[in-house]
């Protein structure tokens, strides 16, 4: 079945308020959204705490902007309190939990950076109240806009020195830098906080994973304003929301990869060889040559790898270790992909197993393991390509399948 995909593309970085105002910006045809989350700040039961949703142009781009008001001194909360307000609030069971589960994280990920107890931090301005708000508010719309799967594209955490509570510190935060780790980061392109700590929160706290904007339908699009003005382009947070593809029947998946090619004119076939072997070794998901004419009419290959995102380094590392390459390139590739498995079955009495294939239900193909059947060919005498007919065969009848002779 078809899933609904949230991808952020933060090109000018990410905060709470940002994601936010996007998120209402690609729903602004539905009244509900912003009635949501209207009700959802009113239901965290702090008087005196409003929230602005206001239209706008930055840098000629149509957006929308968010601004959280609170009348007179916010107080400073622990958790205990951050904790306290999120269990009372009105909003469904589900928020309540992603919510608390984020202030707690970000308490943890703040007493680490400062060396003290959980207990003992004071939230300063990433526990402010539009922080609450941001927090409680991007469950609150993730959940009505019924987001099954959360991307982001890479980060750029801006440059500079930015002022918090403890004094001036280089960005990213300390706390920025640690919630965004094991993300891709970026510096730049401008000399200012880009991301911010509760950016940063919400999306790990979403799930999100790192990659391409996926192959998907697109349905809505958003635009949400920060608060800083930008030297060198609007400060918006974009987000796509779609759904994946077209219904997934039985067998039917797909997944985004990434393909690595490298040209390899001057190496010979063993040491070629020995690189694919080691590619294979490592995890990659498939690796091939094939042969190319390059500059003065010199025989070479084309080495391709197929690694999972993530695994492009250890390739890499590889290819450049093995072959003397001077340059690999790299690309995202989509792929549906069928649903695998490997059955045994016996051809007299040797054991072989056959890896099938199935595609929205229907069994496409049926391969003898060459080993097995090699070994079946050499104790039984049959010659390999009868022991191999008989494997599939035999496979497709454990599975149901007329056999080869009876479609005819």
């Given at each position: 079945?078809e899933?609904?995909?949230?991808?952020i593309?933060p090109?000018?970085?990410?905060s709470?308020?940002m994601?936010l105002?996007?998120l209402?910006?690609?729903?602004r045809?539905?009244?509900?959204?912003?009635?949501?989350?209207?009700?959802a700040?009113?239901?965290?039961?702090?008087e005196?705490?409003?929230?602005?949703?206001?239209r706008?142009?930055?840098?000629?781009?149509?957006?929308?902007r968010?601004?959280?008001?609170?009348?007179?001194t916010?107080?400073?909360?622990?958790?205990?309190?951050?904790?306290r307000?999120?269990?009372?609030?009105?909003?469904s069971?589900?928020?309540?939990?992603?919510?608390?589960e984020?202030?707690?994280?970000?308490?943890?990920?703040?007493a680490?950076?400062?060396?003290?107890?959980?207990?003992?931090?004071?939230?300063?301005?990433?526990?402010?109240?539009?922080t609450?708000?941001?927090?409680?508010g991007?469950?609150?719309?993730?959940?009505?806009?019924?987001?099954?799967?959360?991307?982001?594209?890479?980060?750029?955490?801006g440059?500079?020195?930015?002022e918090?509570?403890?004094?001036?510190?280089?960005?990213?935060?300390?706390?920025t830098?640690?919630?965004l780790?094991?993300?891709?980061?970026t510096?730049g392109?401008?000399?200012?906080?880009?991301?911010?700590?509760t950016?940063?929160?919400l999306?790990?706290?979403?799930?999100?994973r790192q990659g391409?904007?996926?192959?998907?339908?697109?349905e809505?699009?958003?635009?949400?304003?920060?608060?800083?003005?930008l030297?060198?382009g609007?400060?918006?947070?974009?987000v796509?929301?779609?759904?994946?593809?077209?219904?997934?029947?039985?067998g039917?998946?797909a997944?985004?990869?990434?393909?690595?090619?490298t040209?390899?004119?001057?190496?010979?076939?063993?040491?070629?060889?020995?690189?694919?072997?080691?590619?294979?070794?490592?995890?990659a998901l498939?690796?091939w040559?094939?042969?190319?004419?390059?500059?003065k009419?010199?025989p070479?290959?084309v080495l391709h790898?197929?690694?999972?995102?993530?695994?492009?380094?250890?390739?890499?590392?590889?290819?450049?270790?093995?072959?003397?390459?001077?340059?690999?390139?790299?690309?995202?590739?989509?792929?549906?992909?069928?649903?695998?498995?490997t059955?045994?079955?016996?051809?007299?009495?040797?054991e072989?197993?056959?890896?099938?294939?199935?595609?929205?239900?229907?069994?496409?193909?049926?391969?003898?393991?060459?080993?097995d059947?090699?070994?079946?060919?050499?104790?039984?005498?049959?010659?390999?390509?009868?022991?191999?007919?008989?494997?599939?065969?035999?496979?497709?009848?454990?599975?149901?399948?007329p056999?080869?002779?009876?479609?005819?």
């Amino acid at each position: 079945m078809e899933k609904t995909i949230l991808y952020i593309d933060p090109w000018s970085g990410i905060s709470g308020d940002m994601l936010l105002a996007a998120l209402l910006d690609a729903g602004r045809a539905e009244d509900h959204l912003d009635s949501r989350l209207r009700a959802a700040v009113v239901g965290l039961g702090v008087e005196g705490v409003t929230v602005d949703v206001l239209r706008d142009v930055e840098w000629g781009v149509d957006c929308t902007r968010l601004r959280v008001h609170e009348k007179g001194t916010a107080p400073l909360r622990h958790l205990v309190d951050m904790e306290r307000i999120i269990g009372a609030a009105s909003v469904s069971e589900s928020v309540k939990a992603a919510a608390i589960e984020a202030v707690r994280r970000l308490a943890v990920v703040e007493a680490q950076v400062h060396g003290c107890a959980v207990e003992d931090i004071h939230f300063h301005e990433v526990g402010a109240m539009d922080t609450l708000v941001d927090v409680v508010g991007a469950f609150t719309l993730i959940e009505a806009l019924h987001v099954d799967e959360v991307v982001v594209g890479t980060i750029p955490v801006g440059g500079g020195m930015v002022e918090i509570a403890h004094g001036r510190m280089g960005v990213p935060a300390p706390a920025t830098a640690r919630l965004l780790q094991g993300y891709e980061i970026t510096g730049g392109p401008e000399q200012r906080e880009l991301t911010t700590p509760t950016g940063a929160l919400l999306l790990s706290q979403l799930g999100a994973r790192q990659g391409v904007l996926p192959r998907m339908r697109v349905e809505k699009i958003g635009y949400g304003a920060g608060s800083m003005k930008l030297e060198h382009g609007p400060n918006v947070l974009r987000v796509l929301i779609g759904t994946a593809g077209e219904p997934a029947g039985e067998g039917l998946a797909a997944d985004e990869v990434v393909e690595l090619q490298t040209n390899l004119d001057d190496v010979s076939p063993e040491i070629v060889g020995h690189a694919v072997r080691l590619l294979r070794g490592a995890g990659a998901l498939d690796v091939w040559t094939i042969p190319a004419s390059m500059k003065k009419d010199r025989p070479a290959v084309v080495l391709h790898a197929l690694v999972r995102p993530g695994e492009e380094a250890a390739a890499a590392t590889i290819l450049f270790a093995e072959t003397g390459t001077l340059g690999i390139r790299s690309r995202p590739v989509h792929r549906d992909v069928a649903e695998r498995g490997t059955i045994t079955v016996k051809v007299e009495d040797a054991e072989i197993r056959v890896k099938c294939g199935r595609w929205q239900g229907r069994l496409v193909s049926v391969a003898p393991e060459y080993e097995d059947a090699a070994a079946a060919s050499t104790s039984t005498g049959r010659p390999l390509k009868d022991v191999m007919f008989l494997a599939a065969e035999a496979a497709r009848r454990l599975q149901g399948e007329p056999d080869e002779a009876e479609k005819v």
